[in-house]
C-alpha cells in the first residue's frame, strides 16, 4: 500500500528566503504524486501534480517540486517566500485506486 | 464555476446525538471523497462514491459512521451516537472520475466539536 511521509511537522523561513518541504514515499511502481496547500480554515488547494515526465514539476504561486524516483521523493520548494505562503501543507501519493494518501503535513511559519 | 460546497460549516453536538454532513460535488464529477482531519493530523480517507455506488467502505471508522449519495450529486455522511474522538473537520473532495491520477477537488470542510 501506498503511504507518505512529511518529516518536518513545521518549518519557519524568514519571508524572502528560500524553501524546502520534504516528501517521500512508499510506492510499488511510479505513482501520481500531489502537493496541496491548507490555509486556516480553508480547503485543500492543490499546488502542482505530478504523472509522468519531466521530473521537474512547476505549480501555482512560484512553487514547483521534483520527483526523484531512486530517493523515493518528492520535494517542493520555492526561491523566494512570501509572508502569504504560511499555511500547512500537505503532499499526497495517488495510484490507480482511488484513496490518495496523504502526509501528515508541514506547518509553515513565516517571519517578517 | 461552483466548487465544491459543505454544510454546515461549523456543527457542535452534544455526546450520543446524530449528525449529518452533506456535501455538493463539482457538477460533472462522479467520485465523491470523504475524509477526516483531526486537529494537527493529516487527513484520514474514509469512503468515496463512483457515481452512487461506494466499492470500499473499509476506511470508515465504525459502524456508526455512514454515507451515502443521490445519484452524482449531493453525498450525505451520518455520524450516529457522536463520541467526543469524532470531533475533527471532516473534508469532501470530488474528481472527474474514481482513480488516483485525477486532481481531488477540495470543498472548506465541516468542523464538528462533540461535546
Known amino acids: 500500500a501506498q503511504s507518505v511521509t512529511q518529516p518536518d511537522i513545521h518549518i519557519t523561513v524568514s519571508e524572502g528566503a528560500s524553501l524546502e518541504l520534504r516528501c517521500n514515499y512508499s510506492?510499488?511502481?511510479?505513482?501520481?504524486l500531489f502537493w496541496y496547500v491548507q490555509s486556516p480554515g480553508q480547503g485543500l488547494q492543490l499546488l502542482l501534480k505530478y504523472f509522468s515526465g519531466d521530473t521537474l514539476v512547476q505549480g501555482i504561486k512560484g512553487f514547483e517540486a521534483e520527483f526523484k524516483r531512486s530517493q523515493s521523493s518528492f520535494n517542493l520548494r520555492k526561491p523566494s517566500v512570501h509572508w502569504s505562503d504560511a499555511a500547512e501543507y500537505f503532499c499526497a501519493v495517488g495510484a490507480t485506486h482511488p484513496d490518495m494518501r496523504f502526509g501528515a503535513g508541514t506547518r509553515l511559519t513565516v517571519k517578517p | 464555476g461552483a466548487g465544491v460546497s459543505q454544510s454546515p460549516s461549523n456543527k457542535v453536538t452534544e455526546k450520543g446525538k446524530d449528525v449529518e454532513l452533506r456535501c455538493d460535488p463539482i457538477s460533472g464529477h462522479t467520485a465523491l471523497y470523504w475524509y477526516r482531519q483531526r486537529l494537527g493530523q493529516g487527513l484520514e480517507f474514509l469512503i468515496y462514491f463512483q457515481g452512487n455506488s461506494a466499492p470500499d467502505k473499509s476506511g470508515l471508522p465504525s459502524d456508526r459512521f455512514s454515507a451515502e449519495r443521490t445519484g452524482e450529486s449531493v453525498s450525505t455522511l451520518t455520524i450516529q451516537r457522536t463520541q467526543q474522538e469524532d470531533s475533527a473537520v471532516y473534508l469532501c473532495?470530488?474528481?472527474?472520475?474514481?482513480?488516483?491520477?485525477?486532481?481531488?477537488?477540495f470543498g472548506p470542510g465541516t468542523r464538528l466539536t462533540v461535546t
Open positions: 510506492y510499488g511502481a511510479t505513482p501520481y
Open positions: 473532495a470530488s474528481s472527474i472520475a474514481a482513480q488516483g491520477a485525477y486532481e481531488q477537488y
